[in-house]
């Protein structure tokens, strides 16, 4: 069965250092990889996506993620953290092939401190 | 452009009464809505998948009966819980797929959050 795994149930992170958030999946093929962030009470915002191409894919608030096919994963990082960035941050994948579900791993919940 | 709202953002009710949540998209029409609850704390798990004009499916250990899902035009989709137990308290999201699109394209409400007393 398809799988996102991100083995960080939570990261405490100071104000300024960097920071890289682990996923992995379990599929037979490459899916479509999304990192999402969700501010307490609030819903999903969507940091970045794989689809093809270049593997180092940029996106909003100064993130970047990973594909590496040979390790099955889609880090997600940020060279600079600042607080604002203090949320819940969760990988997730499609699978392509005509059926939409969205695959969502568990979450990370990124503290940031002074 | 692609915002997905959620009407209530969040709900008090009674228990065994019934709660209505609707999800709209504002600058497109979206021929897939999906509705998701996540518990406190986890992740989210899609509930099921909407089509206009079409029932809904849902995933396994949905009931259909209790969580009635309407998309009745391509910019509305909606989400009863009905006879509302304290057990059903959790936050819903709903996504949209954009007509015409890539299937991996869907945009996410901003969630609803309901509590049963």
């Known amino acids: 069965a398809q799988s996102v795994t991100q083995p960080d149930i939570h990261i405490t992170v100071s104000e300024g250092a960097s920071l890289e958030l682990r996923c992995n999946y379990s599929?037979?093929?490459?899916?479509?990889l999304f990192w999402y962030v969700q501010s307490p009470g609030q819903g999903l915002q969507l940091l970045l996506k794989?689809?093809?191409?270049?593997?180092l894919v940029q996106g909003i608030k100064g993130f970047e993620a990973e594909f590496k096919r040979s390790q099955s994963s889609f880090n997600l990082r940020k060279p600079s953290v600042h607080w604002s960035d203090a949320a819940e941050y969760f990988c997730?994948?499609?699978?392509?092939?005509?059926?939409?579900?969205?695959?969502f791993g568990t979450g990370t919940k990124l503290q940031v401190i002074p | 452009g692609a915002v997905v709202s959620q009407h209530p953002s969040r709900v008090i009710c009674k228990s065994g009464t019934s709660v209505k949540i609707e999800c709209r998209s504002l600058?497109?029409?979206?021929?897939?809505m999906f509705w998701y609850r996540q518990f406190p704390k986890q992740s989210l798990m899609l509930m099921a998948t909407?089509?206009?004009?079409?029932?809904?499916?849902?995933e396994q250990g949905v009931e259909k009966d209790k969580f009635l899902i309407n998309h009745a035009s391509l910019t509305l989709s909606t989400l009863t819980v009905t006879s509302a137990h304290p057990e059903d308290s959790s936050f819903y999201i709903c996504?949209?797929?954009?007509?015409?699109?890539?299937?991996?394209?869907?945009?996410f409400g901003p969630g609803t959050r309901l509590l049963v007393l």
């Open positions: 996504s949209a797929r954009p007509f015409g699109q890539p299937e991996e394209t869907q945009y």
């Open positions: 599929y037979g093929a490459t899916p479509y």
């Open positions: 997730a994948v499609v699978i392509s092939g005509g059926y939409q579900k969205v695959t």
């Open positions: 909407s089509n206009e004009g079409s029932k809904a499916t849902y």
């Open positions: 600058d497109f029409q979206a021929t897939t």
């Open positions: 794989y689809f093809s191409g270049d593997t």
